[in-house]
């Protein structure tokens, strides 16, 4: 592997585990990712994703395995290595007693870089009219959208996020993930945990999976979703057609019915939706084929509880 | 803006705005230096009064004695009738060549002490006047101690006692803190050095410390106190910083070892208060019995105390930095090893 050529991985995990006492933490986990890449951890609480994202950080000593990031160890800390990455731990680290705008401009110092993008960075995440107010006035959310701010105050190539959209409410978890798009788009590398599957399959280019320190899956969302080969299933309004008209149409594998609907399951959706448009009971219609959640149900038998 | 200036920056603005270091850094150690200063003014000072009537050699020999406040009068019955009332201990009449003490034996102790005292000086008024050499050489020597004046000691004390508690307090709740909110882990994964981190705070530590020198001794001066620096007060300089770094690696081994804001809080506590007690703040250790004095000796607020208060009042030369330099430089170097082996930049 040549060190940190434009072709090479921007980070290359390699069997790395991680036991404190007898919980095995992280426990094998291998993966890459290249460079521009938008990568996601998904898993439940204790899957294990802090203590991975922070050993490819270079903040702890995995037991064993070996990470290379940019073409090197992160671990022991290399200084030299430090301006190109940023980090957004999973609480946000601040000074105290100091404003919005204080924090951003200190962790620019820190870097060596001026407080020229100070500003652009309050903009970019919808921070500018709290740039006054000081960090334990701020929300959580706003809290959260400061501390990445500061991870990319210094315009890092790759950029590790530790749940960026915990604690936002939907309108600030939208604004956060054109943030993201953003940045991915500037051409940085991404690694960000998360417990949302609906957002990671709209975010990442690819995810691993991961509960009890294993990556049980990994591959892009949409080669996940595929490779479950689940039924797509339609739901209607009851009474807008009978449960034995329905059995009849082309491609209905199973109907269902309960008090307010009728579950129809298929695997070939477009001739069964082109029938009920001729019916027009398209009124009230609701597609729904499978996620990642469904993925996540298959590989641990478990319902995904974020 | 270098890292090192932006984190002394961040680190002081966070501390103008923290009301209560504020307040237990400067409002607290002033009211007892005020309260104290007002409370103990008149101890210490004073002096025997001792009437006068007429005038000469005597007269003015007495009053260059500075061991009395001569009180002028121009009638005798009127300086008499005072010594008869007890106002007075005793009166000089000099009448030419001769010199006569009206004293009251009511008041035995006071009446003893000016009569050697008027004798002594006519003695040796007639000596000098007799033109031979005085076979007996006698010279009087003052013990330092007694002759200061509470504000001359408590200055000093509660200076120190500030910069300590100032010290120990903020090095050990900002690695506490800093700690507990992961800005350690932060600035771990920040291409800066812990030196330059360690630097910033000390830094910002000493300036504290300056802030608190100037308030203190600025309001001790005031004449209301009426402190007196002696002219060697720059000699405090070097025991000042090394004091203030010394009490800075405490606070930093606290901060080690405590995980909790309280933790800290209690430690600092139990570091600094007995130090407090027993190293000459409020009073002068001088006062305590001789095996809390050797106790006193193991704390290095005892020999900031010692050595601030020799050269700032008492007005001792070089040598006397010696002995605090030293102990202070030993607690530094000692102190500090063992904090940064039991540091940790996590909590696990
Ligand atoms: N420092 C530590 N000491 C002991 N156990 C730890 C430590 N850090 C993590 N663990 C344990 O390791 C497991 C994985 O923790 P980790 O923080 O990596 O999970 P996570 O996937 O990030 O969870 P969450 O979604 O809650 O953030 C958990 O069971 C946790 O209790
Ligand atoms: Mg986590």
């Given at each position: 592997m040549t060190s940190t050529g434009a072709g090479a991985a921007a980070i290359v995990v390699d069997d790395i585990r991680k036991s404190y006492g007898d919980l095995k933490a992280v426990d094998g986990v291998s993966f890459t990712v290249g460079h521009g890449e938008f990568f996601g951890i998904l898993g439940p609480n204790g899957a294990g994703k802090t203590t991975a994202l922070e050993i490819m950080e270079g903040l702890r000593e995995p037991d064993s395995g070996s990470v290379r990031l940019l073409g090197e160890s992160p671990f022991p800390r290399k200084p030299a290595l430090l301006p190109r990455i940023g980090v957004q731990l999973q609480a946000s680290a601040f000074f105290d007693r100091l404003t919005a705008r204080e924090q951003l401009e200190t962790f620019s110092a820190l870097y060596g870089v001026g407080a020229g993008r100070v500003d652009e960075m309050l903009e970019l995440v919808g921070l500018t009219e709290k740039a006054g107010t000081r960090e334990d006035k701020l929300s959580g959310g706003q809290r959260q959208r400061l501390s990445i701010a500061c991870a990319l105050a210094h315009d890092p190539d790759v950029v590790f996020l530790d749940e960026p959209t915990a604690a936002l409410d939907p309108q600030a978890r939208r604004n956060l993930w054109d943030v993201l798009r953003v940045i991915r788009e500037r051409g940085k590398t991404i690694v960000y945990t998360t417990h949302y599957l609906d957002e990671a399959e709209i975010l990442c280019d690819r995810v691993a999976i991961m509960d009890q320190g294993r990556v049980l899956a990994m591959d892009t969302p949409t080669a996940l979703v595929r490779g479950l080969d689940a039924p797509t299933r339609i739901t209607l309004e009851r009474g807008t057609l009978t449960a034995a008209d329905a059995a009849g149409l082309p491609g209905a594998d199973e109907v269902g019915e309960d008090e307010q609907s009728l579950v129809l399951t298929t695997r070939t959706p477009a001739p069964l939706l082109a029938a009920l448009a001729e019916r027009g009971t398209l009124d009230g219609l609701q597609v729904r084929t499978a996620t990642l959640e469904d993925v996540f149900l298959q590989l641990t038998g478990r319902e995904y509880r974020a | 803006m270098t890292a090192f200036k932006s984190l002394a920056k961040a680190m002081a603005k966070g501390l103008v705005r923290d009301k209560t270091t504020l307040f237990f850094s400067f409002l607290f150690p002033l009211m007892f230096l005020v309260v104290f200063g007002l409370l103990f003014?008149?101890?210490?000072?004073d002096k025997i009064k001792l009437g006068a009537y007429g005038d000469g050699e005597v007269v003015v020999a007495l009053e260059r004695t500075g061991a009395v406040e001569v009180q002028r009068f121009d009638k005798l019955d009127d300086g008499v009738a005072k010594v008869r009332a007890g106002d007075l201990p005793g009166l000089v009449e000099v009448n030419g060549d001769r010199v006569v003490l009206h004293f009251a034996a009511s008041n035995q102790a006071q009446a003893g002490t000016v009569q050697g005292l008027v004798s002594g000086v006519t003695q040796s008024l007639n000596v000098r006047a007799s033109g031979r050499p005085p076979k007996f050489d006698f010279t009087a020597q003052q013990v330092e101690d007694s002759s200061l004046k509470p504000i001359q000691y408590l200055t000093p004390g509660i200076l120190s006692w500030s910069i300590a508690v100032g010290a120990v307090f903020s090095a050990g709740m900002t690695l506490v803190t800093w700690r507990r909110k992961q800005v350690l882990r932060r600035l771990r994964l920040a291409p800066v050095s812990p030196v330059t981190v360690l630097s910033s705070r000390v830094l910002v530590t000493v300036t504290v410390a300056v802030s608190q020198a100037l308030l203190f001794t600025g309001v001790a001066s005031l004449p209301v106190f009426g402190l007196r620096l002696s002219g060697t007060w720059y000699l405090a300089i070097p025991i000042f910083l090394l004091g203030v770094l010394a009490f800075f690696s405490i606070g930093m081994l606290v901060g080690a070892f405590c995980k909790t804001e309280e933790a800290a809080t209690a430690a600092a506590n139990i570091v600094t208060l007995p130090m407090a007690f027993l190293s000459?703040?409020?009073?002068?250790?001088?006062?305590?019995?001789s095996w809390l004095r050797a106790v006193s000796k193991v704390f290095p607020l005892r020999h900031m105390n010692d050595g601030l208060t020799d050269v700032m009042v008492r007005g001792k030369g070089v040598e006397a930095l010696l002995v605090p330099c030293g102990v202070l430089l030993g607690f530094i170097l000692v102190v500090s090893f063992i904090a940064t082996r039991v540091f940790s930049w996590e909590d696990s």
């Amino acid at each position: 592997m040549t060190s940190t050529g434009a072709g090479a991985a921007a980070i290359v995990v390699d069997d790395i585990r991680k036991s404190y006492g007898d919980l095995k933490a992280v426990d094998g986990v291998s993966f890459t990712v290249g460079h521009g890449e938008f990568f996601g951890i998904l898993g439940p609480n204790g899957a294990g994703k802090t203590t991975a994202l922070e050993i490819m950080e270079g903040l702890r000593e995995p037991d064993s395995g070996s990470v290379r990031l940019l073409g090197e160890s992160p671990f022991p800390r290399k200084p030299a290595l430090l301006p190109r990455i940023g980090v957004q731990l999973q609480a946000s680290a601040f000074f105290d007693r100091l404003t919005a705008r204080e924090q951003l401009e200190t962790f620019s110092a820190l870097y060596g870089v001026g407080a020229g993008r100070v500003d652009e960075m309050l903009e970019l995440v919808g921070l500018t009219e709290k740039a006054g107010t000081r960090e334990d006035k701020l929300s959580g959310g706003q809290r959260q959208r400061l501390s990445i701010a500061c991870a990319l105050a210094h315009d890092p190539d790759v950029v590790f996020l530790d749940e960026p959209t915990a604690a936002l409410d939907p309108q600030a978890r939208r604004n956060l993930w054109d943030v993201l798009r953003v940045i991915r788009e500037r051409g940085k590398t991404i690694v960000y945990t998360t417990h949302y599957l609906d957002e990671a399959e709209i975010l990442c280019d690819r995810v691993a999976i991961m509960d009890q320190g294993r990556v049980l899956a990994m591959d892009t969302p949409t080669a996940l979703v595929r490779g479950l080969d689940a039924p797509t299933r339609i739901t209607l309004e009851r009474g807008t057609l009978t449960a034995a008209d329905a059995a009849g149409l082309p491609g209905a594998d199973e109907v269902g019915e309960d008090e307010q609907s009728l579950v129809l399951t298929t695997r070939t959706p477009a001739p069964l939706l082109a029938a009920l448009a001729e019916r027009g009971t398209l009124d009230g219609l609701q597609v729904r084929t499978a996620t990642l959640e469904d993925v996540f149900l298959q590989l641990t038998g478990r319902e995904y509880r974020a | 803006m270098t890292a090192f200036k932006s984190l002394a920056k961040a680190m002081a603005k966070g501390l103008v705005r923290d009301k209560t270091t504020l307040f237990f850094s400067f409002l607290f150690p002033l009211m007892f230096l005020v309260v104290f200063g007002l409370l103990f003014r008149d101890a210490g000072m004073d002096k025997i009064k001792l009437g006068a009537y007429g005038d000469g050699e005597v007269v003015v020999a007495l009053e260059r004695t500075g061991a009395v406040e001569v009180q002028r009068f121009d009638k005798l019955d009127d300086g008499v009738a005072k010594v008869r009332a007890g106002d007075l201990p005793g009166l000089v009449e000099v009448n030419g060549d001769r010199v006569v003490l009206h004293f009251a034996a009511s008041n035995q102790a006071q009446a003893g002490t000016v009569q050697g005292l008027v004798s002594g000086v006519t003695q040796s008024l007639n000596v000098r006047a007799s033109g031979r050499p005085p076979k007996f050489d006698f010279t009087a020597q003052q013990v330092e101690d007694s002759s200061l004046k509470p504000i001359q000691y408590l200055t000093p004390g509660i200076l120190s006692w500030s910069i300590a508690v100032g010290a120990v307090f903020s090095a050990g709740m900002t690695l506490v803190t800093w700690r507990r909110k992961q800005v350690l882990r932060r600035l771990r994964l920040a291409p800066v050095s812990p030196v330059t981190v360690l630097s910033s705070r000390v830094l910002v530590t000493v300036t504290v410390a300056v802030s608190q020198a100037l308030l203190f001794t600025g309001v001790a001066s005031l004449p209301v106190f009426g402190l007196r620096l002696s002219g060697t007060w720059y000699l405090a300089i070097p025991i000042f910083l090394l004091g203030v770094l010394a009490f800075f690696s405490i606070g930093m081994l606290v901060g080690a070892f405590c995980k909790t804001e309280e933790a800290a809080t209690a430690a600092a506590n139990i570091v600094t208060l007995p130090m407090a007690f027993l190293s000459g703040t409020f009073f002068p250790i001088d006062m305590a019995p001789s095996w809390l004095r050797a106790v006193s000796k193991v704390f290095p607020l005892r020999h900031m105390n010692d050595g601030l208060t020799d050269v700032m009042v008492r007005g001792k030369g070089v040598e006397a930095l010696l002995v605090p330099c030293g102990v202070l430089l030993g607690f530094i170097l000692v102190v500090s090893f063992i904090a940064t082996r039991v540091f940790s930049w996590e909590d696990s």
